[in-house]
């Protein structure tokens, strides 16, 4: 298991701002840089023997995500400028707004019961 864990460490051992920035992609004649949140969490465990018969164990596992947050590309001026994913903006939102949208309605039912 130490091995596989050691070759696992070794394949990520680079991950980071190569994994968040793509490499330069000409789509339409347009050089565009992709940009993205990228996330890898990794665990094991191990239970020494207790004194029970069949008692112990090992495990272990991992998991990671990609959010594509945008591109950067040359605006009409020329300079390099960052281009949003809108469905990704909106379903970030989406958890914001339904927030305010629980606290206002708590901040309502408390006035009216005051009131």
Same mark, same amino acid.
């Given at each position: 298991?130490?091995?596989?864990? /050691?070759?696992?460490?070794?394949? &990520?051992? %680079?991950? #980071?701002? /190569? ?6 992609? %000409?789509? !339409?004649?347009?050089? =565009? ?5 990228? /996330?890898?969490? &990794?665990?094991?465990?191990?239970? +020494?023997?207790? *004194?029970?018969?069949? /008692?112990?164990?090992? *495990?272990?596992?991992? *998991?990671?995500?990609? $959010?594509?947050?945008?591109?950067? !590309?040359?605006? +009409?001026?020329?300079?390099?400028? &960052? ?7 909106? !379903? !970030? $939102? ?6 305010? #949208?629980?606290? =206002?309605?708590? =901040? ?8």
């Amino acid at each position: 298991m130490t091995e596989s864990f /050691s070759s696992l460490v070794d394949t &990520f051992k %680079n991950v #980071g701002v /190569s994994r968040a920035y793509g490499p330069a992609v %000409n789509v !339409a004649g347009e050089e =565009i840089i992709p940009v993205a949140v990228v /996330s890898f969490g &990794f665990g094991g465990g191990n239970s +020494p023997e207790d *004194g029970q018969p069949g /008692s112990g164990g090992s *495990g272990g596992g991992g *998991g990671g995500f990609v $959010l594509p947050l945008g591109v950067y !590309a040359k605006g +009409p001026s020329g300079r390099m400028t &960052f281009r949003p994913n809108t469905v990704v903006v909106l !379903a !970030a $939102l989406v958890p914001l707004v339904c927030a305010a #949208g629980v606290s =206002i309605r708590g =901040i309502l039912r408390t006035a009216r019961s005051r009131g």
